[in-house]
């Protein structure tokens, strides 16, 4: 038998590459670790099982939370970007705690479930948006506490 016969080769030592186009490995325990995006509530984020095949209810709070954790991070980043009467050792615990959940932010992306996906943007939108009004409503009070000093 030729090096490499019946195993893919083309003879020369190199691997011929998967003919398998779905994308999809199955984890042993019954649960599927996809590699491209998929659309279904049938997902995998952040925790094993969860939200799962517990029906559309849990995967809707799967996204809300993903939501909520998204626009968390990107508020927290007003409050590190305002420097103003805070101790460096108070924004480096911000900072911390908005990349840690920044970090799980990504890793619910890598679910690579569409849903999710959508979910983190507008979460991170949403965050950008009362990060935003945080501080013009700051730099409004700022203004004012200027033009009373004066007077």
């Not at 042993?28 to 939200?51: C, E, I, N, S, Y």
């Not at 101790?87 to 690579?112: E, T, W």
């Not at 943007?121 to 700022?142: I, K, M, N, T, W």
């Amino acid at each position: 038998m030729a090096m490499g016969a019946g195993r893919g080769d083309d003879g020369m030592g190199m691997m011929m590459p998967p003919t398998d186009t779905n994308m999809e490995h199955d984890m042993g325990d019954g649960a599927v670790m996809h590699m491209t995006f998929f659309w279904g509530k049938h997902a995998q984020v952040l925790f094993a099982g969860w939200p799962g095949d517990r029906g559309l209810g849990m995967y809707f709070l799967s996204l809300v939370f993903v939501a909520a954790v998204a626009a968390v991070a990107e508020t927290l980043s007003a409050i590190s970007g305002s420097r103003r009467g805070v101790s460096g050792g108070a924004l480096a615990v911000v900072h911390g705690i908005q990349m840690g959940l920044a970090y799980m932010v990504m890793l619910a992306v890598m679910s690579f479930n569409g849903g999710v996906f959508i979910a983190a943007v507008v979460g991170h939108a949403l965050g950008f948006l009362l990060s935003r009004s945080f501080r013009s409503s700051a730099s409004d009070e700022e203004a004012n506490n200027r033009s009373t000093s004066k007077n």
